[in-house]
């Protein structure tokens, strides 16, 4: 019974779905992403500890120029924040790194149906 309703709510969706695909409608999407890591050693000779955060973000717009063809733009940045902190044999160490993205990318999407 479970595996009918189901299959059956399947068939229904699927042909009440319509895509707004004419020319001249538009599509907006976007993400984000955020990301922790952290790593720690510990050893006769040295001990370290690396921690490193990363965020990210993406935009992207599509309108449709004819019907069924999409044209869009997106943009991309990103930002990795790390912490290394460290004891060797000879001294401590300390290096906090900081890195950019950004990122700018075009597509072109045909739909059929």
């Known amino acids: ?10 068939i ?3 042909f009440l779905t319509n895509a707004q695909t004419n020319k001249g409608q538009g599509i907006w999407t976007g993400s984000v992403s955020l990301g922790y890591s952290s790593q720690k050693n510990k050893s006769g000779f040295s001990d370290f500890s690396n921690q490193s955060s990363a ?10 120029f004819k019907d069924n063809w999409l044209l869009g733009v997106g943009l991309t940045t990103g930002l990795v924040v ?6 060797g044999i000879d001294r401590p160490e300390y290096v906090k790194s900081t890195q950019y993205g950004l990122g700018l990318n075009g597509f072109v ?3 059929w149906g």
């Open 55 to 64: 965020y990210g973000l993406n935009v992207t717009r599509g309108a449709f």
């Open 82 to 87: 790390s912490n290394f902190r460290g004891t």
């Open 109 to 111: 999407r045909r739909y």
């Open 1 to 10: 019974m479970k595996k009918l309703f189901l299959t059956a709510s399947f």
């Open 12 to 14: 229904v969706t699927a």
